[in-house]
């Protein structure tokens, strides 16, 4: 069986103050059932959806991509012993602490709580018809996080969509709803688990589509689920899949709403804590510590000296910034050296995480994850448009984006149209401008390319071809021992 804990929210509170929950029995005996008897038990279970899909983007989800990739360099005597495993792919199914254990399981513990919202919701709209839209918003956002939650376990535990031709290796279990202690669900091949993501937001989409979402309104709606937040999560889903013009689709449609964030406006939404951000379409807010984050990116030791965080950026991200007026290097990095100077120095950090904490208790110091923001969605549909061969278009949405990033217009800005340099190019832009928002080892594995680390290494495994392995992790061993349905990955599980 899935082993995952059953919660449900303590109190009715709200997405920025929520973050005590309940322990319950699971589905099927009375307390759950008691929750979703009324309109307040399914906004508070809401709120529940999000903080728990909040809990695993803020730990170890976040960092296993960027960890295990070729932008970051990792400080060996600050980094946890997990994350020395993954950068060095040693990582062993008895994590159960780790990232290999609890991925799996805060992932699951999300969906839990999700498909008990889409269980308990029919009953509800039939005995509350005067709230139709509010529930029909609560569907739409609960298909969203669900789908969201099987794209990310895919994503970590299974090999990208491409790997085989027709997508029909190994990828994660399916769960539409909570199964019982009973339940040995198994893995569904990638196809299936692509083709029900797809579903669930396309179902979404259309809720959204026919009944509006009003429930959420002024400069905390990007906290929420959204109509742009689920096109944009297909743009990126179709990304991975190969579908280059429902890619183009999807982004079209969201670069249409929402416009990039230039300047000032574009800083601070790494700088700040209570503004999502003005390009920013889906980033999760919660109140908890959220130290796995805080703690692996934070450059400010005491007495306001500047120490060096367990990851770094690596020579092969720096070196893609030729200008240093790029504001991606110029604000968004900064130097150090051993004695903690600002001034000189080869030494590198990250201020994507660099937000202010001063209005916030030193026990609820945190930072807000960022889930989708407008500029990937100008990089997904660059990247489908070379693939349909039109250079043409491609190259004008990397325009847009240095463009931005040098802080002048369009028509300054030259971009090669060679097929093969523009390649290069756009995954280039896709380094800078995502880098440690948790894309990188993804994008090296569904572009089939293999992982060079710099000669700065500090891992043990500086080189892996494509394909291999040990591009995914294993399945907890806890996992296989209590299902035995369950099937492990090749090399990694042995």
């Given at each position: ?140 956002e609960a298909l969203f996080l669900r789908a969201l939650c099987h794209f990310d376990l895919c994503r970590v535990y299974a090999q990208p969509y491409n790997y085989t ?138 007495s306001g000296k500047l120490v060096k965080p367990a990851g770094q950026p690596t020579d092969t991200l720096l070196k893609l910034f030729f200008d240093p007026t790029d ?168």
């Open positions: 069986m899935i082993k995952v804990k059953f919660y449900a929210v303590l109190l009715l509170c709200t997405l920025t103050s929520c973050n005590k929950f309940l322990e319950v029995e699971p589905v099927g005996r009375t307390t759950i059932p008691v929750l979703f008897s009324d309109m307040d038990g399914i906004r508070a279970a809401m709120a529940g959806a999000y903080s728990t899909t909040y809990a695993y983007y803020s730990s170890h989800f976040y960092l296993y991509p960027e960890i295990a990739s070729d932008e970051l360099l990792l400080n060996l005597s600050s980094a946890s012993e997990t994350q020395r495993d993954v950068y060095n792919f040693n990582a062993s199914a008895d994590d159960e602490t780790g990232m290999v254990g609890k991925i799996w399981e805060e992932i699951y513990v999300a969906l839990s709580n999700i498909n008990n919202i889409l269980f308990y919701l029919p009953n509800l709209e039939v005995k509350f018809p005067q709230y139709k839209q509010e529930l029909q918003t609560y569907r739409a031709a027709d997508a029909s290796h190994l990828g994660v279990p399916i769960l539409q709803q909570t199964p019982g202690p009973d339940d040995n669900v198994s893995r569904k091949s990638v196809k299936e688990v692509y083709d029900f993501i797809i579903n669930d937001l396309l179902a979404a989409k259309q809720l959204y589509t026919a009944g509006g979402n009003d429930l959420h309104q002024g400069s905390n709606k990007r906290f929420y689920v959204s109509n742009e937040a689920v096109q944009a999560l297909l743009s990126r889903v179709y990304l991975y899949k190969g579908d280059w013009d429902n890619c183009i689709q999807s982004a079209s449609a969201v670069i249409a709403a929402i416009p990039l964030a230039r300047g000032d406006d574009y800083t601070h939404m790494f700088f700040t804590l209570n503004d999502a951000g003005k390009e920013t379409i889906f980033r999760l807010n919660g109140l908890d510590k959220s130290s796995a984050l805080l703690d692996f990116y934070n450059f400010k030791g005491e504001i991606r290097f110029s604000i968004l990095m900064q130097r150090l050296n051993d004695q903690g100077s600002e001034t000189d120095g080869s030494a590198f950090v990250t201020r994507k995480f660099d937000a202010d904490q001063t209005a916030v208790d030193a026990d609820r110091q945190h930072y807000n994850p960022l889930v989708l923001r407008v500029s990937e969605l100008y990089l997904n549909r660059a990247e489908a448009y070379w693939n349909k061969g039109q250079f043409g278009e491609a190259v004008a949405d990397i325009k847009q984006l240095e463009a931005r990033a040098f802080n002048t217009s369009v028509d300054d800005i030259t971009v090669t149209s060679n097929k093969d340099l523009l390649n290069h190019v756009i995954a280039a832009e896709r380094m800078k401008e995502l880098a440690f928002e948790g894309h990188r080892f993804f994008d090296i594995t569904r572009r089939k390319e293999d992982l060079q680390r710099d000669a700065t290494t500090t891992s043990t495994v500086p080189f892996i071809s494509y394909p291999n392995d040990r591009f995914v992790l294993p399945i907890s061993q806890k996992e296989l021992d209590a299902n035995l349905n369950m099937i492990g990955n090749p090399t990694v599980n042995n």
